[in-house]
């Protein structure tokens, strides 16, 4: 056999069954085999929900929610129990009668300001001065108007703001969640209070409202719009706009309150960034609205209008980023009602740090406005300038409302303390003490400017309290994730690197002993439940303790049942697999390590090729010095390649510059970038058929589905960017309506699918092996004269029979995660494929499959580097902020469950799972079909997926326990926080990806090859 060629050349017959095996062996064989991939993936599943059950453990510890309190605020009773004597109101005489509370999505202070304000020159920006009238009206009319900075508390996501903004709370940490979930606000919030004193209230815009509040809203005006559809700038406000003023117009108002949710400007800056023409288009509009609202509402109907959150510099949300966090806030009535104080005089403020005002002190000033009762579990003072009068003067009715919010939040204060047993001591208290008095000393003494100011204080020291309270962690929760996620960790190493016991022979007893280890650990378990009440539930316990037992049940098997002798001590590759793995679990230690993380892995897929190019350059044979020596430079400089594409994350600039869009300001790619899906649609399926042609397997359904299929779907894929970037900017808005364009573009990527799944898989399960068969014409037989002459039997892409037809599931992945990926992330992705077959090929020429005698470990490692790597090559971050929602409607016009996340999923983890998948290549490419039969390929394939998923569950273990040893740390949410909850992501896709397609990707191959040669 010429094992490059894959020729079984003269007098060389490969291994074909004749008619000397019976069928019923074979048929025996093909029982075993199937029985043996339904038992490794009932183990792979036990394994991943083992992982399920630490990650939630350690979840529930660390990701905190808050107690809420079912009290509410009743309007005729004070917070300190006193009969209210308010008869225009509740708690304090009402001002307005009415109000439109409109909230712009994503609505950032800055975009509110001149762009001159505290600059020399003033900055060409898109978002800049297009929308004037709010500070305008702010300075030439400041009785009549405010403009403040209105600080939202991270996480900067639609729902959480809203919580906030209605209920006056601080957000934990298990809230952001909830985004794509929604449920109803149960505890006391301003619109129920509005609802129980009887108003009319009517909801525009943004349908979240509705999962938030059912059944608030009058039916016969309310008018909601589906929120999701981030490359829809127009349908939501336009339907604002179009029913808000027919009700402005009423002269007898039949409503009471409007909330109006806008969201063009949040999706402009998801589709484009901030700075492009839809924004400033967006901002005018708004402009435009505001002038006409402000020209029918009469004295007695408040404007409030307000941002929830702001946007990055690429348009995106979430974290808490400086321009994340600072959103607008402006203030309307057409009688004189605002004033300023002294640290506000100069309003509005060239920047947000000279008086911003907190979105949680929204809640209370609006109930006092409107004559409503403060709702019970507010944590915000009132807003200053809404209460010190036309002439700034009126410092004792400040003082007033002032006490009525501190009274309600001592009285939420000592509530929660008793429903929580919080134990705390006078210490916690003893800043509110002082201030407390302070303001009651200033008030007997009429000096009223230094009672407020007093109050200001004392609401600081309440909420630093609530923030260090809030964040008190359940650490015998934490430790028991840590607990079950270590035990798990060292099973999966024992098991894959350790043991010498067959993989396949072993699942059986395997699962048993880890099923009598859990029914042993269920019985035993609500025995936690009754000796430690406060720590376990019987429910808990039962689950703790099954999965700790089942786990050391099966570790306890593995270690008894191994066999053979031989060194544990790995080679000079198992020593460099460790190294990586320990060096990176390590560095998440440092936040500056976890920030440079691409840079880290840059670094160590760099010295694997340098290393296995002098591994290569020592090979015995010219034909593997020559190839590994090649394919190592190759790895190398693909590497260094894929550098190019970066996204910056906040806390690497300056020293950083993004590549991956058109510019740091953008979330649309740059023209010259569309010619790399073409770019990639010529010259990927021309390397992969390379690489098939490099062992004859380049046939059967190799040519339909690599030369045809896939370059077909690649070049609907470039289209599908063409004509999405025609969209984005305008090039043919004279030629073509934007409803033609998206429904193109709609059909486009709609194909590009169908050639990759449909098409793809049907390829994939029902192909026959890559190979053509070759019949000479008969010859003597040289050794025996007197023998008939016979026909020669030559088959073509014999010696990578398995890997050749595996090989056929990665342009599949490969096509559908270049669909949801922008240009530059399909440049990564490109190079990841071709990185996959290059190490192939240097697994192959130095001996290092996982079927090599050498056992090594370094291949599933290094694809497992690669993933993790081209994460962040892809367009990727760390960050909640760096996640692309559009991709959720690439295929899609609105959201659609369970598509839409899974297709965010593909976006966000597409480098990880094509990795993932070709995990079974380290085994498969070049392998011998003989070598210890189907048996053998299930040992070590099931050996390359564990050592797989044994690196993402070192990074998930470490990355846990550095967030729960670093929970105090000052970069806990904005790097630790966000990394760990990656690493579970990230570990469990991975574990589906192995069971879902590497596991049944090798059933179909074995079962495809064993039809043709035999099982």
């Given at each position: 056999m010429n094992p490059q060629a894959g020729i079984a050349e003269d007098g060389q017959r490969p291994v074909v069954k004749s008619t000397a095996i019976t069928e019923e062996r074979n048929h025996r064989n093909l029982i075993s085999f199937k029985v043996t991939h339904i038992l490794l993936t009932a183990l792979f599943l036990w394994l991943t929900t083992v992982h399920v059950i630490g990650i939630l453990f350690f979840a529930k510890g660390f990701l905190l929610t808050r107690l809420v309190l079912d009290n509410r605020s009743e309007c005729g009773v004070l917070p300190d129990g006193e009969l209210s004597q308010v008869s225009d109101g509740c708690w304090h005489p009402k001002t307005f009668d009415r109000a439109v509370v409109l909230i712009i999505d994503a609505l950032r202070y800055d975009f509110t300001i001149p762009s001159h304000r505290g600059l020399k020159e003033p900055q060409q920006k898109y978002y800049l001065d297009n929308l004037p009238l709010l500070h305008e009206l702010a300075v030439s009319r400041p009785a009549h108007a405010v403009l403040l900075p209105f600080i939202a508390d991270p996480p900067t996501s639609t729902l959480q703001r809203l919580k906030g903004l209605t209920t006056g709370t601080l957000p934990t940490f298990i809230d952001i969640g909830s985004n794509f979930a929604g449920t109803a606000i149960e505890e006391d919030n301003i619109v129920s209070q509005l609802k129980d004193a009887g108003k009319t209230i009517v909801h525009l815009g943004d349908d979240t409202w509705h999962s938030l509040f059912p059944g608030y809203f009058d039916p016969n005006m309310t008018?909601?719009?589906?929120?999701?559809?981030?490359?829809?700038?127009?349908?939501?406000?336009?339907?604002?706009?179009?029913?808000?003023?027919?009700?402005?117009?009423?002269?007898?108002?039949?409503?009471?309150?409007?909330?109006?949710?806008?969201?063009?400007?949040?999706?402009?800056?998801?589709?484009?960034?901030?700075?492009?023409?839809?924004?400033?288009?967006?901002?005018?509009?708004?402009?435009?609205?505001?002038?006409?609202?402000?020209?029918?509402?009469?004295?007695?109907?408040?404007?409030?209008?307000?941002?929830?959150?702001?946007?990055?510099?690429?348009?995106?949300?979430?974290?808490?980023?400086?321009?994340?966090?600072?959103?607008?806030?402006?203030?309307?009535?057409?009688?004189?009602?605002?004033?300023?104080?002294?640290?506000?005089a100069l309003m509005p403020p060239a920047t947000a740090k000279e008086r911003p005002v907190g979105q949680i002190d929204l809640v209370s000033t609006l109930s006092i406005l409107l004559g409503l009762p403060i709702p019970f579990n507010n944590l915000g003072k009132p807003i200053a300038e809404a209460f010190t009068g036309p002439k700034n003067t009126d410092w004792k009715n400040l003082v007033k409302v002032e006490h009525l919010a501190q009274s309600q939040i001592a009285r939420y204060q000592k509530q929660?303390?008793?429903?929580?047993?919080?134990?705390?001591?006078?210490?916690?208290?003893?800043?509110?003490?002082?201030?407390?008095?302070?303001?009651?000393?200033?008030?007997?003494?009429?000096?009223?400017?230094?009672?407020?100011?007093?109050?200001?204080?004392?609401?600081?020291?309440?909420?630093s309290m609530y923030r260090r309270l809030w964040a008190n962690f359940n650490m015998g929760d934490m430790l028991v994730g840590i607990t079950i996620?270590?035990?798990?960790?060292?099973?999966?190493?024992?098991?894959?690197?350790?043991?010498?016991?067959?993989?396949?022979?072993?699942?059986?007893?395997?699962?048993?002993?880890?099923?009598?280890?859990?029914?042993?650990?269920?019985?035993?378990?609500?025995?936690?439940?009754?000796?430690?009440?406060?720590?376990?539930?019987?429910?808990?316990?039962?689950?703790?303790?099954?999965?700790?037992?089942?786990?050391?049940?099966?570790?306890?098997?593995?270690?008894?049942?191994?066999?053979?002798?031989?060194?544990?001590?790995?080679?000079?590759?198992?020593?460099?697999?460790?190294?990586?793995?320990?060096?990176?679990?390590?560095?998440?230690?440092?936040?500056?390590?976890?920030?440079?993380?691409?840079?880290?892995?840059?670094?160590?897929?760099?010295?694997?090729?340098?290393?296995?190019?002098?591994?290569?350059?020592?090979?015995?044979?010219?034909?593997?010095?020559?190839?590994?020596?090649?394919?190592?430079?190759?790895?190398?400089?693909?590497?260094?390649?894929?550098?190019?594409?970066?996204?910056?994350?906040?806390?690497?600039?300056?020293?950083?510059?993004?590549?991956?869009?058109?510019?740091?300001?953008?979330?649309?790619?740059?023209?010259w970038q569309l010619l790399i899906p073409y770019a990639v649609a010529l010259f990927l399926p021309e390397i992969v058929k390379a690489f098939y042609r490099g062992t004859a397997s380049y046939a059967a359904s190799a040519g339909f589905w690599i030369g045809f299929s896939f370059r077909i779907g690649l070049l609907l894929v470039a289209a599908y960017w063409t004509i999405d970037a025609a969209d984005n900017g305008g090039w043919l808005a004279d030629r073509i309506s934007a409803t033609a364009l998206k429904t193109t573009n709609l059909t486009v990527a709609r194909c590009a699918l169908a050639i990759a799944l449909p098409v793809g898989i049907g390829t994939f399960v029902w192909a026959k092996p890559c190979i053509n068969i070759s019949v000479s014409e008969p010859r003597p037989v040289l050794d025996n004269p007197g023998a008939p002459p016979r026909p020669q039997l030559t088959i073509f892409g014999y010696a990578n029979v398995y890997g050749s037809r595996y090989l056929l599931m990665i342009p599949l992945l490969v096509l559908t995660v270049a669909l949801l990926l922008p240009p530059m992330g399909q440049f990564s992705i490109a190079i990841c494929t071709w990185q996959i077959m290059c190490l192939l090929e240097i697994l192959d020429t130095n001996a290092l499959t996982v079927s090599s005698r050498y056992k090594s470990s370094i291949g599933p490692i290094v694809l497992a580097l690669l993933g993790s790597y081209h994460f962040f090559k892809t367009g990727h971050q760390a960050t909640l902020a760096s996640i692309q929602w559009n991709s959720a409607f690439v295929p899609l016009r609105t959201i659609q469950y369970p598509w839409s996340p899974l297709l965010v999923v593909f976006n966000t983890f597409g480098a990880q799972i094509i990795c993932a998948a070709a995990v079974p290549l380290t085994v498969l490419w070049k392998r011998p079909t003989g070598k210890a039969g189907l048996?053998?390929?299930?040992?070590?394939v099931s050996g390359a997926c564990l050592t797989h998923m044994l690196y993402y569950a070192t990074i998930q273990l470490a990355t846990t326990m550095w967030a729960g040893h670093l929970r105090r740390h000052l970069m806990l949410y904005r790097?630790?926080?966000?990394?760990?909850?990656?690493?579970?992501a990230v570990l469990l896709i991975v574990d589906l990806v192995l069971v879902v397609a590497s596991l049944a990707g090798v059933r179909a191959v074995g079962l495809s090859v064993g039809e043709v040669f035999g099982y």
């Open positions: 008018r909601p719009y589906d929120s999701f559809n981030v490359w829809d700038l127009h349908t939501v406000d336009n339907g604002v706009i179009e029913h808000i003023m027919p009700l402005l117009d009423q002269s007898a108002a039949q409503w009471d309150v409007i909330f109006g949710h806008f969201l063009g400007v949040d999706h402009a800056g998801h589709r484009y960034g901030p700075d492009h023409p839809a924004m400033a288009e967006k901002l005018r509009q708004i402009n435009d609205v505001l002038q006409q609202i402000i020209e029918k509402i009469d004295d007695d109907t408040l404007l409030v209008v307000m941002g929830d959150h702001g946007m990055d510099t690429k348009g995106d949300h979430g974290g808490e980023s400086d321009e994340e966090v600072e959103a607008a806030l402006w203030m309307y009535s057409k009688k004189p009602t605002f004033g300023r104080t002294e640290t506000s929660y303390s008793r429903s929580r047993d919080l134990g705390l001591d006078d210490d916690a208290y003893s800043g509110q003490r002082i201030y407390l008095a302070r303001s009651a000393e200033f008030a007997a003494e009429g000096r009223w400017k230094d009672a407020h100011y007093a109050y200001v204080e004392w609401h600081k020291e309440v909420i996620s270590a035990l798990a960790l060292g099973l999966l190493l024992v098991f894959s690197r350790f043991s010498t016991a067959d993989k396949a022979s072993s699942a059986p007893s395997l699962l048993r002993s880890a099923v009598i280890g859990t029914a042993v650990g269920a019985a035993i378990g609500p025995g936690l439940g009754l000796v430690a009440p406060s720590l376990f539930s019987v429910m808990t316990g039962c689950i703790v303790s099954s999965s700790i037992c089942g786990i050391m049940a099966a570790m306890y098997w593995t270690i008894r049942n191994r066999t053979g002798a031989r060194s544990y001590l790995p080679s000079f590759w198992g020593w460099m697999a460790l190294s990586f793995c320990l060096t990176q679990s390590a560095g998440f230690a440092s936040n500056s390590y976890t920030i440079h993380e691409d840079t880290i892995l840059l670094f160590f897929l760099v010295t694997f090729g340098i290393i296995s190019l002098i591994s290569s350059l020592r090979q015995a044979t010219t034909t593997d010095r020559v190839l590994g020596t090649y394919q190592s430079i190759l790895f190398i400089l693909l590497t260094r390649l894929s550098s190019f594409s970066r996204l910056c994350r906040e806390e690497q600039m300056p020293g950083c510059r993004s590549t991956f869009y058109a510019s740091s300001n953008s979330s649309t790619s740059a023209p048996r053998g390929l299930w040992n070590d790097v630790f926080m966000p990394r760990y909850l990656m690493a579970c």
